[in-house]
């Protein structure tokens, strides 16, 4: 008997995916009409292009939920994948301007690729092609089968080699959250590849005590010195307000500390809705890397903890389909992008709060972004085809079990 896979939708992911990104869509117009209009421009401008990303996503959503997923085990696909999206970052970094002081971004009429958003899955996918081949060998030599003995890399098809080159672009843009965000991604891929827990412990131990030392050096050099390096100045900026947001409330310090006045104005149940007093040209990138001081603002400390919680749901969902997936591919796929938003969440709320020094990371599906939605939208994708294809055959392993009673007792 044929299972069709339509009857194995997992609503319990699809369902937060719809209401956050429907949500995204609210929240994008409230942040973005006030400033439009008081330009001379449409109110409706921004959302509408982010309504095309949102309609495009939902028919990805639908595409890749029906085909089958064998062609993500394919070495010569990703290999292609992997060499389109190295030519894409190094065209929006040598190519192209900059946008508030990054390179990134690749214009194409009026819309704009981010190839460092869809390194996000694509290193997912490669990272859990890789460590799924050397699962047996995993199982014998722990760590050693991914480090070959060596603690650095020897060869070019080193997978380190891949992802330091990969992320080391995205670092030079600079784009410090996206690159951030990568190397969490790719600790967790590690954590979940099968190696022992104490080394994972070592080496999570040595990346925290490094970035320590960074903070550290940054602080005790000075973020003025930092600032006439190569590259760096525009991360420097950064760093400043971290340190210290009210030294510089009319330059580095201005975003962070109307940020903490937004979150301060929002009180328990916010202003309301559309009636936020920040985003009318008080705190800047109001609709981006700063939304859910927004959201704060006019839901208050209720709302934006429902919103959390709907969204920590739908990761633990996405986390769930992971840890019960027999399929190390299709395990570590889905724990690799559960992790991956979880960590861009963290880093986007340590950033606005002044916890971690912000980087410029998006909020999941609720800042305006077309190529941010439309790469969550495909890891929803392929979480919800993953988990109807683990559903699916264990059901068919349960009807051949029965069947084989059946015939026994015949």
Do not use: C
């Amino acid at each position: 008997m044929k299972i069709d896979k339509k009857h194995l939708l997992n609503y319990s992911i699809l369902i937060p995916y719809l209401i956050l990104s429907v949500l995204g869509l609210i929240v994008v117009y409230s942040t973005t009409s006030p400033t439009s209009i008081q330009a001379g421009g449409n109110g409706f401008g921004m959302v509408l292009n982010q309504g095309i990303f949102w309609v495009i996503s939902l028919f990805i959503i639908a595409l890749l939920y029906r085909i089958r997923l064998g062609f993500l085990k394919k070495g010569g696909i990703l290999t292609i994948v992997i060499f389109a999206e190295i030519i894409l970052l190094l065209l929006s970094r040598f190519i192209t301007g900059t946008i508030n002081g990054a390179h990134g971004w690749l214009k194409l009429g009026a819309f704009s690729i981010q190839p460092a958003e869809y390194l996000k899955i694509i290193l997912v996918w490669y990272l859990a092609f890789r460590f799924t081949k050397r699962q047996e060998e995993i199982k014998v030599y722990d760590y050693q089968a991914l480090t070959h003995n060596h603690w650095f890399p020897k060869a070019f098809n080193d997978w380190r080699t891949m992802v330091a080159i990969l992320i080391g672009i995205v670092a030079i843009m600079p784009d410090l959250g996206n690159a951030t965000i990568l190397t969490l991604t790719v600790v967790i891929m590690i954590a979940v590849s099968g190696i022992g827990y104490r080394w994972f412990s070592t080496m999570l131990g040595a990346i925290v005590s490094v970035s320590g030392l960074v903070l550290t050096s940054i602080w005790l050099i000075g973020v003025e010195r930092v600032a006439k390096m190569p590259v760096f100045g525009y991360v420097a900026k950064r760093f400043s307000a971290f340190f210290n947001p009210f030294k510089d409330l009319s330059g580095s310090g201005h975003q962070l500390a109307n940020s903490y006045y937004a979150m301060s104005n929002g009180g328990w149940f916010g202003l309301g809705l559309g009636n936020s007093i920040e985003k009318r040209g008080y705190l800047p990138e109001a609709h981006t890397d700063f939304v859910f001081s927004i959201v704060i603002e006019e839901f208050g400390f209720f709302g934006a903890s429902l919103i959390l919680a709907l969204l920590f749901f739908l990761i633990l969902r996405i986390i769930l389909v992971g840890i019960r997936a027999k399929n190390p591919f299709n395990s570590m796929m889905a724990l690799g992008i559960g992790g991956m938003i979880l960590m861009q969440t963290f880093i986007n709320i340590g950033g606005i709060s002044g916890l971690i020094p912000s980087t410029g990371v998006t909020f999941p599906f609720l800042s305006q972004g077309g190529n941010s939605l439309l790469v969550l939208s495909v890891a929803i994708a392929l979480v919800l085809n993953i988990d109807a294809n683990e559903r699916r055959d264990a059901l068919y392993e349960q009807m051949e079990a029965e069947a084989q009673d059946q015939s026994e007792e015949a």
